[in-house]
């Protein structure tokens, strides 16, 4: 239901102060598990028994910037929470950025759904 995945900073966050563990290129691996379950996608539990860990390979990278960074990623990305071993507290957010009206085939596709077919060996 999501169009993108966005992270905003609102305080600063290094390394040690909690930041959001991305593993990189994941949102192929997960297009490719989701195909199956068409537009209605997968619930949470089949997500966590069937393919979170096959996204171990995937290299990962730290949300990290000053107050005021966003990051804009692929909806299907796969990123977690960690503890915070910095000595300061994270302010960060997570809000949804909900698409503005169905897919429609008559529109060009968006670079995420370009990414999704991508990914799941479709055509553009």
Known sequence: GRALLMLFLFSDVGED??????RTGSHAHM????????ENGAT?????AG???????CPEALATGPAGTVYLCHPFLVHAAQPNR????????QPPLM?????????PPSPVQMAIRK???LSF
């Open 51 to 57: 393919n979170f860990a096959d996204t171990e390979h």
């Open 17 to 22: 102060d909690a930041p959001t563990r991305i």
């Open 119 to 121: 990914a799941c060996g």
């Open 99 to 107: 698409p503005t009206h169905g897919f429609n085939p008559a529109l």
């Open 31 to 38: 297009a490719r598990f989701l195909l199956p379950y068409g």
């Open 86 to 93: 910095g000595t300061r507290v994270k302010f960060m957010a």
């Open 44 to 48: 949470m539990h089949q997500m966590i």
